[in-house]
Nanobody, 119 residues
Framework: QVQLVESGGGSVQAGGSLRLSCTTSLSPLSIYAMSWYRQAPGKQRELVATITNYGSTTYADALKDRFTISRDNGKNTLYLQIDSLKVEDTAVYYC?????????????WGQGTQVTVSS
C-alpha cells in the first residue's frame, strides 16, 4: 500500500519558520512529480509548490518568496520550508505524488499536517 506521511506541522508565531516533511513508500523511479497543497478553514485546497523528478520547481505566485520545496530521493522525502510565516498560512498542508511508468495517471495523497500561525 502506497503511503505518504507528512510531519513537521505545529503551532508557531507569525514571523517564524517551519520545515514540513513528507516521507513516501513510493520509489523515486515511480514518481513524476511531488507537490504540496494546503487547505485553510472554509477554503478550497490550493497548490503551494511542485517539484518534478528532474528537480524543476514551480510555486504559487503569491507564495514563492517564502516557500521552498525540495526533495531527497535517497530518503524518499519531500520537504517544504516556510519562512516568515503569516497568520494566513494557517492550514492543513498535504503532500501529493503523481505517478509515472507503471503508476502513470495515478495520484497519491498524505493525510495532512496542521500548521497554525498566531499573531
Amino acid at each position: 500500500q502506497v503511503q505518504l506521511v507528512e510531519s513537521g506541522g505545529g503551532s508557531v508565531q507569525a514571523g517564524g519558520s517551519l520545515r514540513l516533511s513528507c516521507t513516501t513508500s513510493l520509489s523515486p523511479l515511480s514518481i513524476y512529480a511531488m507537490s504540496w497543497y494546503r487547505q485553510a478553514p472554509g477554503k478550497q485546497r490550493e497548490l503551494v509548490a511542485t517539484i518534478t523528478n528532474y528537480g524543476s520547481t514551480t510555486y504559487a505566485d503569491a507564495l514563492k518568496d517564502r516557500f521552498t520545496i525540495s526533495r531527497d530521493n535517497g530518503k524518499n522525502t519531500l520537504y517544504l520550508q516556510i519562512d516568515s510565516l503569516k497568520v494566513e498560512d494557517t492550514a492543513v498542508y498535504y503532500c501529493q505524488a503523481e505517478g509515472t511508468r507503471n503508476l502513470r495517471g495515478r495520484e497519491f495523497w498524505g493525510q495532512g499536517t496542521q500548521v497554525t500561525v498566531s499573531s
